[in-house]
């Protein structure tokens, strides 16, 4: 199945793109995008992205066809054709 990625602010600076189109296998899950080989040869961008156990930071903001992911999002079901938006945390002044 194929799903796209979309990278925005500092996520998109270090994946030097603002989008990922990813071919998955049938069943798989928001955490198989972390070991996808597109984020494994961005070593900024995968460290932006995850936490010391190699899941999602949870400062990361994660939406699947418009819809924000509730946690735990590591087990959201993916399905061809999905849209995700990831978005880096964000603090203003």
């Known amino acids: 199945m194929q799903i796209t990625v979309h990278l925005e602010a ?3 600076q270090a994946a030097q793109t603002s989008r990922l ?6 069943g798989a899950v928001l955490e198989t995008l972390l070991q996808h080989s ?11 992205l995850t936490n010391s ?3 999602f930071h949870s400062s990361v903001l994660i939406f699947l066809n418009d819809q924000p992911v509730p946690s735990p999002v ?8 999905d849209q995700i938006l ?3 945390p964000i ?3």
């Open 10 to 12: 500092q996520l998109r």
């Open 74 to 81: 590591e087990h959201q079901l993916l399905s061809d054709g």
């Open 53 to 55: 156990s190699g899941g």
């Open 91 to 93: 603090s203003g002044g």
């Open 21 to 26: 189109v990813l071919d998955l296998a049938d």
């Open 86 to 88: 990831l978005l880096p």
């Open 38 to 48: 597109e984020f494994q040869q961005k070593p900024e961008l995968l460290s932006r």
